[in-house]
T-cell receptor, first 111, second 114 residues
Framework: ELKVEQNPLFLSMQEGKNYTIYCNYSTTSDRLYWYRQDPGKSLESLFVLLSNGAVKQEGRLMASLDTKARLSTLHITAAVHDLSATYFCAARPNTGNQFYFGTGTSLTVIP | NAGVTQTPKFQVLKTGQSMTLQCAQDMNHEYMSWYRQDPGMGLRLIHYSVGAGITDQGEVPNGYNVSRSTTEDFPLRLLSAAPSQTSVYFC?????????????FGNGTRLTVT
């Protein structure tokens, strides 16, 4: 079974600052996904990363994947209040269809 | 474009009662799954299916049953509800044939067992 760990669990940051959320996973995988969840809502897909060195960017968010280190990062640049949400990473083993999720990072951006 | 539809949105059960959470998708996805979300635990996989007639257990299957008689539907049955099953349940689906396909989530069912 694939284990996924995220850190930090909680992140409070000021507007305009940069920060990185880390996602480690336990077994070989080259399929890594990031999701966003607003309070009381469902999960929305942000990024799909499918190979070593993959980098995807959307607005102030940038995700990357290092399959050798079994590590993905979600970098936030110049945070704004609208980015406040919980962010989840999920990995799929190279054989199999299941998605395994991390515990999530609750991000609060303070004006 | 309905996507993944879950019903009901909210449910309160007494201990020992049974119920079925409904999930339907209209995207012709082969892969469907059920997760429960609890504070501090992330999303934990209960059961999943890779196609009609095929189901398998996830990380936390005890107390839940599933079936997949059609591609579209994947109901989750609670056989005898327990307070430990109080949670938010999400159904999600994905296209199995492409590695690029993320999970598409329903809006969730908030279940309270008293």
């Amino acid at each position: 079974e694939l284990k996924v760990e995220q850190n930090p669990l909680f992140l409070s940051m000021q507007e305009g600052k940069n920060y990185t959320i880390y996602c480690n996973y336990s077994t070989t995988s080259d399929r890594l996904y990031w999701y966003r969840q607003d309070p009381g809502k469902s999960l929305e897909s942000l990024f799909v990363l499918l190979s070593n060195g993959a980098v995807k960017q959307e607005g102030r968010l940038m995700a990357s994947l290092d399959t050798k280190a079994r590590l993905s990062t979600l970098h936030i640049t110049a945070a704004v209040h609208d980015l406040s949400a919980t962010y989840f990473c999920a990995a799929r083993p190279n054989t199999g269809n299941q998605f395994y999720f991390g515990t999530g990072t609750s991000l609060t951006v303070i004006p | 474009n309905a996507g993944v539809t879950q019903t009901p949105k909210f449910q309160v059960l007494k201990t020992g009662q049974s119920m079925t959470l409904q999930c339907a998708q209209d995207m012709n996805h082969e892969y469907m799954s059920w997760y429960r979300q609890d504070p501090g635990m992330g999303l934990r996989l209960i059961h999943y299916s890779v196609g009609a007639g095929i189901t398998d257990q996830g990380e936390v299957p005890n107390g839940y049953n599933v079936s997949r008689s059609t591609t579209e539907d994947f109901p989750l049955r609670l056989l005898s509800a327990a307070p430990s099953q109080t949670s938010v349940y999400f159904c999600a689906s994905s296209y199995s044939g492409g590695r690029w396909s993320p999970l598409h989530f329903g809006n969730g069912t908030r279940l309270t067992v008293t």
